[in-house]
């Protein structure tokens, strides 16, 4: 972990330290869980902090670390003839990850964030983080995205639709 906190510090300091453009990026999304997700979980939503250099005309690069909350779901079972209540553990996680954005007109954008997510609670795990999204540029300052995020545990992938708001400053 020590390791991985000293590489993402030197990256920030190297990728500013070169940079033509530049933007900090402060995003907010809620969170629809799909497949064996949506099984222990009902809701999520999430915080990130990011860094963007313009690598060129339409290609921007970055970092972004956020951290992501998942209500744990609470559901109903049958023991000896009688209902009985279970809940889930709430689920968080702190992702690390590079950024790569590919604007295809002015103000709308594809891109990815790849890297790890580390998971906080009992039984949550760590993973590869993935996270491809679809963005619109409202202003300069504002923007709407969509995205799917995949975390790839041992034992399964953790799945979301997400939708947000970025904020540029």
Not at 45 to 70: Q, T
Not at 95 to 117: C, E, H, K, P, Q
């Amino acid at each position: 972990m020590k390791k991985l906190v000293i590489i993402t510090l030197t990256l920030m300091m190297s990728l500013s330290a070169f940079a033509q453009d530049h933007k900090k990026i402060v995003g907010i999304s809620g969170a629809i869980p799909l497949g064996n997700t949506s099984d222990v979980s009902k809701v999520g939503f999430g915080v990130d902090l990011g860094y963007l250099i313009e690598a060129s005309d339409r290609f921007e690069v970055g970092f972004v670390s956020g951290i992501s909350f998942f209500k744990g779901k609470e559901v109903d079972y049958i023991e000896e003839s009688q209902t009985k209540k279970f809940k889930y553990s709430d689920a968080k996680y702190i992702s690390l990850a590079g950024v790569f954005r590919y604007n295809l007109l002015d103000n709308v954008y594809i891109g990815t964030d790849l890297g790890y997510a580390i998971g906080i609670g009992k039984d949550v795990k760590n993973g590869l983080y993935y996270r491809p999204r679809l963005g619109l540029k409202l202003t300069e300052f504002v923007g709407l995205n969509a995205s799917y995020t995949g975390l790839n545990v041992k034992g399964g992938t953790w799945k979301s639709m997400n939708l947000g708001v970025e904020f540029s400053l």
